[in-house]
């Protein structure tokens, strides 16, 4: 299991439309295993395959408040409920947040790591993780979605007592 380097903004890796998993062999297991060390040394939320340089649809999540990662191969969004206007990072776009729209409740299929199909119903951060992430399999990017430019801004730096404003910013993946 190793770290591997996240591509940043301007690479084209992260416009591609990333290919289908077709078996979930060991060289998978093997991308699994270190997408999840590499989201968690970032820290983020989740991380899509891409991000690593791997055009294939595979993504992890590990929420802050639920226990164990969500590894998802092949994902897709079944359906979408509501809508709620929130801020997004990246950690392919560090440094900056962004103002976008998002779902409120989230309904996504995709296989787990062992093959087994899952479906899976997100809310909140869960909804607004899985829909980054497989919108980055799709290669779009947050930034995709803002209204206007003015909505993007630069992450200020946190000062000591505050915290809580990184947290927030490296929220997503
Ligand atoms: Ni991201």
Partial sequence: MA???????????LRLKAKRVAKIDSSIQHLIDDMIDTMRAAPGVGLAANQVGIPLRVAVIEMPEREGVITLINPEIVKRFGERILDEGCLSLPGY?????RSVRVIVKARDRNGKEIRLKGEGLLAQALEHEIDHLDGV?????LESPDKLHKQERPSPEDTQQEEVASEIA
């Fill in 3 to 13: 770290v591997r380097p996240i591509r940043t903004y301007g690479d084209p890796v």
């Fill in 97 to 101: 947040v962004g103002e976008i729209k």
């Fill in 141 to 145: 990017l947050y930034v995709d979605h």
